[in-house]
Nanobody, 121 residues
Framework: QVQLVESGGGLVQPGGSLRLSCAASGSSVSFNTMGWYRQAPGKQRELVATITRGGATNYADSVKGRFTISRDNAKNTVYLEMNSLGPEDTAVYYC???????????????WGQGTLVTVSS
């Protein structure tokens, strides 16, 4: 069973910083591209950032220069460092992973349960 567990969300003041973590677990699988998405109240889920196993990154325009995605392949963990947070960043942040089964080579998409980030004074 493949599982993604996020942590690090919470309440932060405008201009502040937070670091999200997503720990992936599973047997006989390879975690390929991993990423973060977010969903604000009343809005659709949107891409925040992705990172390939080799370290290539992609960011939404709205977070470029403020957020940094990174990963530790040895720990199967992906991080999202968020700086200069504003109220517009308030959302539930979801971890996502493209997972390859090493048994039958099937590709699966797995989501975490989400962690709430609230930016407010």
């Amino acid at each position: 069973q493949v599982q993604l567990v996020e942590s690090g969300g919470g309440l932060v003041q405008p201009g502040g910083s937070l670091r999200l973590s997503c720990a992936a677990s599973g047997s006989s699988v390879s975690f390929n591209t991993m990423g973060w998405y977010r969903q604000a109240p009343g809005k659709q889920r949107e891409l925040v950032a992705t990172i390939t196993r080799g370290g290539a990154t992609n960011y939404a325009d709205s977070v470029k220069g403020r957020f940094t995605i990174s990963r530790d392949n040895a720990k199967n963990t992906v991080y999202l460092e968020m700086n200069s947070l504003g109220p517009e960043d308030t959302a539930v942040y979801y971890c996502n992973a493209a997972v390859r089964s090493l048994l039958d080579l099937r590709l699966l998409e797995v989501w975490g349960q989400g962690t709430l980030v609230t930016v407010s004074s």
